[in-house]
């Protein structure tokens, strides 16, 4: 069964890190571009960052540039989410997905459409 399975999450104060796995079951994620997404209560989902499937791309929403660090370990079979600087506007639930078509060197994780076979996603809840 082709699935993927975020953790990590969890209550963290304003200020703190937090690092979230993606872990691919029933699917070789190192032919995919893989990207993490959230979405907070009542808000549309975001796309917050993606990898190619080398990992020699990476790219990033604007609000999280500088304070997020997008991975992958292809032995794992596992994409990470490191999370520094959290603020409260970073809560909600974080999704991973990979991408429709596989083998492509590049990604956005705008591009919400391009991304399917999305986890049940993790809560993240920045407060202080």
């Known amino acids: 069964q082709l699935q993927l399975v975020e953790s990590g999450g969890g209550l963290v104060q304003p200020g703190g890190s937090l690092r979230l796995s993606c872990v691919a079951s029933?699917?070789?994620?190192?032919?995919?571009?893989i990207g993490w997404f959230r979405q907070a209560p009542g808000k549309v989902r975001e796309g917050v960052s993606c990898?190619?499937?080398?990992?020699?791309?990476?790219n990033y929403a604007d609000s999280v540039k500088g304070r997020f660090t997008i991975s992958r370990d292809s032995a794992k079979n596992t994409v990470y989410l490191q999370m520094n600087s959290l603020k409260p506007e970073d809560s909600g639930v974080y999704y991973c997905?990979?991408?429709?078509?596989?083998?492509?060197?590049?990604?956005?994780?705008?591009?919400?459409?391009?991304?399917?076979?999305w986890g049940q996603g993790t809560q993240v809840t920045v407060s202080s």
């Open positions: 990898v190619s499937r080398t990992g020699g791309t990476t």
């Open positions: 029933g699917l070789d994620l190192n032919i995919w571009s």
């Open positions: 997905a990979r991408t429709q078509i596989p083998l492509e060197s590049t990604c956005d994780p705008a591009r919400i459409s391009d991304f399917t076979y």
